[in-house]
């Protein structure tokens, strides 16, 4: 009887054990590449190198990890079209496709040039060698998204190429492969045509349509939308597939057409993130490097010939695309050699290209080889340089990024209804500063009476809903209770106490026929306090929202708070990838356009003149339930103060039933002069500070 009711032999097949390694490389491997001072990414590929078939073959390639490395790869294209900055990407696809070309065009010309004239190759057999060298993979992306410089142009600007230079390597691949199989003829080309046109129709229109409708209709339920999302990505790779193209350029498309419905600090881009990061991206990475053989090396000097002719052609092309695009565009030298170490990897397109090219015995033995340890040295290549650059590229963008507001932002949540607590967390976030540490604030006010002890424990429960929430954003949340005379006291000493800057608080849609605009609480606040002050009613999610429509009442330019409110609607569009659509005179207009058009982030923005707020209510019959609408106010003894602004919340009430709306009060001092008037007797306590 054995002792053990394991038997191990190598390599190793039992799925638990081999995924347990896989595991332990994906931890520490990145680790050990950090302790001598290279990117993880390196760790994962050498790791591969060591436990591969040609290594100490610990681990089989199979079926299992070529799954797994293949689900890693559509996940690193489909963030990269995910995380790209739309507005941005708009303004630089000319751009995109110019570096898109000359990064395929240098590969190619330089590779056919050395294959035909030096290693006297055929011609198809040279056409197709120089087409492998100009597609690239963007296996660096991780390393430019840690390091924040995603939606910089410089990384905006390699992502697209990539897709430009990795279609004109696949279709020379067709050309090459059907001429070599006597398939080449025009019904080749009917055929090939027909199918794009249709999957793209298809998934540019349709794919925006579905989700929009389903996280309408799921929208508070986080697994199925991940679920969803995941289906989306990888179905539109097979179609792109079936259409004739590589299904790394289907997932990329997912990730643009889904760009606008996943916001970037939401609980699901986090999910995201988070899984690609720590299993897919990785078993992608240790299966790159299985594929590693350096036993080539031995084979004689026809292979380390090729070999070093393939390396050679490969990063210089990639270097002097990189070269022409900076003179070209006028980028530092930094965004040069990001988009060198971003476009140098090659590993996916590269590796079918030769497989196919050897399989139709165009190329030989040697390529193949030579391939192998062409991936294994671009891919090191690439990671160095974008850990590198990327890293000082991160340090001079984030001394140039204007500042809109010189105040620290501090939000405040004021939470009542348990139903709203997601909607209100998830604008707070919205309006967040990605580079502020401050974290947000919900707070849950008690009256102090004979039942506080009850009504505390259940605001506990209430705002525990809160932390949740957010916990799945990553975004830090210090939980605030209070016991006070009365609702608004307890919201204005908790903004003195925090050193508030911006509150955010929800608003049923109802107006009291006794109170002069929205009822005590809100009047109360705008009344004694001096913050910017966002009244939210959302009925529904953001991220499905195609406009925001803002009107804006003449002199708003005037106010001290007209920037810091112009940063919020800007961090909103850009955040859901929607287009603003702004409504004022003309003198505000100009205001806003100089404005708008010298901060980031970059939106689209249209401009309509409107100035007779008598006709208000008409409006509800421009703005869609796919519309969130903003209404600018203003607080009484202001410049931007006008009697029509007291009748907004009626108005809005009554005629904007079905359209989610927020009405913003812009600040009125600076957060260093934070003194309040408080009215009411009593002094509120402050009996409660989780943070999270």
């Known amino acids: 009887m054995p002792l053990l009711n394991v038997t191990f032999e190598l390599p190793l097949k039992e799925p638990v054990l ?17 302790k001598i001072r290279l990117p993880g990414i390196i760790g994962l590929i050498l790791a591969g190198v060591l436990i591969g078939p040609n290594g100490f073959h610990l681990l089989n390639r199979d079926i299992s990890i070529v799954l797994f490395g293949t689900v890693g790869l559509l996940y690193i294209m489909f963030i990269a079209g995910l995380e790209i ?86 279709l020379v691949l067709a050309i090459i492969a059907n001429s070599a199989r006597g398939q080449l003829n025009s019904a080749f080309w009917i055929r090939l045509v027909i199918s794009l046109a249709i999957y793209v129709i298809v998934v540019v229109f349709g794919l925006p349509r579905l989700g929009r409708w389903f996280f309408r209709n799921a929208e508070s339920e986080g697994v199925s939308q991940y679920i969803f999302v995941l289906a989306s990505v990888f179905t539109t790779a097979f179609l792109a597939e079936v259409a004739g193209l590589e299904p790394i350029i289907g997932a990329f498309l997912a990730g643009l057409v889904l ?12 999910r995201i993130e988070f899984v690609g990061n720590a299993l897919f991206i990785p078993f992608f990475l240790i299966s790159v490097g299985m594929l590693v053989d350096l036993r080539v090396l031995l084979l004689g000097i026809d292979a380390w010939v090729v070999a070093a002719t393939m390396i050679v052609v490969a990063i210089s092309g990639k270097w002097l695309a990189a070269f022409i695009s900076q003179k070209l565009f006028g980028y530092s030298v930094e965004e040069r050699n990001v988009i060198f170490g971003l476009t ?19 190329l030989n033995e040697n390529v193949l080889n030579g391939t192998i340890l ?23 963008e984030s001394q140039q990024k204007p500042d809109l507001s010189a105040s620290p932002n501090r939000i405040l949540v004021p939470i009542s209804n348990p139903a709203t607590i997601e909607q209100l967390i998830d604008f707070a976030i919205l309006i967040k500063d990605r580079h502020s540490e401050e974290p947000i604030y919900p707070l849950a006010v008690v009256k102090d009476a004979d039942d506080t002890q009850e009504k505390l424990v259940a605001s506990k429960k209430m705002l525990e809903k809160a932390i949740l929430h957010a916990s799945a954003t990553e975004h830090s949340v210090q939980l605030v209770s209070r016991i006070d005379v009365n609702i608004a006291s307890g919201i204005l000493r908790a903004i003195r106490e925090l050193m508030i800057t911006e509150v955010v608080i929800g608003w049923n849609g109802k107006v009291s026929t006794r109170e002069r605009i929205f009822g005590s609480v809100l009047d109360n606040l705008l009344l004694e306090s001096q913050q910017m002050i966002m009244v939210c009613k959302i009925l529904h999610p953001l991220n499905t929202m195609n406009r925001v429509v803002v009107v804006v009442p003449p002199n708003a330019e005037l106010e001290k708070g007209f920037s810091g409110w112009i940063h919020n609607l800007k961090l909103i569009a850009s955040q859901i990838g929607a287009d603003v659509h702004i409504m004022a005179g003309n003198s505000t207009s100009s205001a806003l356009k100089n404005v708008m058009n010298q901060t980031k982030p970059a939106v689209t923005v249209t401009y309509e003149l409107f100035e007779n707020w008598d006709r208000f209510a008409e409006l509800a019959t421009k703005i869609t339930t796919n519309d969130l609408f903003m209404v600018v106010s203003a607080r009484h003894t202001t410049l931007a103060y006008h009697s029509f602004l007291d009748k907004m919340p009626k108005l809005l009430a009554r005629h904007f039933d079905p359209i ?19 009215n009411g007797s009593g002094e509120g306590k402050m009996i409660e500070v989780n943070e999270t």
């Open 18 to 34: 081999v995924f347990s390694l896989v595991l332990f490389i994906i931890l520490l491997a990145p680790q050990l590449a950090k």
């Open 85 to 170: 900055d739309m507005n941005d990407f708009k303004k630089n696809r000319n751009k995109s496709v110019i570096f898109g070309v000359l990064s395929f065009l240098c590969s190619q010309i330089g590779g056919f040039v050395v294959a035909y004239y030096m290693l006297k190759f055929s011609l198809p057999a040279s056409i197709l060698f120089g087409s492998m060298l100009g597609s690239h993979t963007l296996l660096a992306y991780p390393i430019a998204s840690k390091l924040g410089i995603s939606k910089s142009r410089s990384t905006t600007i390699a992502v697209g190429g990539t897709i430009v230079a990795d279609l004109l390597s696949l």
């Open 259 to 270: 760009n606008r419905l996943i916001p970037h600090t939401s609980p699901l881009m986090n």
């Open 344 to 362: 140098n990897a090659r590993a996916a397109a590269t590796l079918t290209a030769v497989l196919i090219g050897y399989d139709l015995q165009i």
């Open 374 to 396: 062409m991936i294994l040295v671009t891919c090191v290549v690439s990671s160095l340089v974008v850990e590198n650059q990327g890293r000082k590229l991160a340090i001079t």
């Open 660 to 678: 989610s709306f927020v009405i913003t009060y812009p600040q009125q001092q600076n957060a260093e002069a934070n003194t309040l008037l408080i």
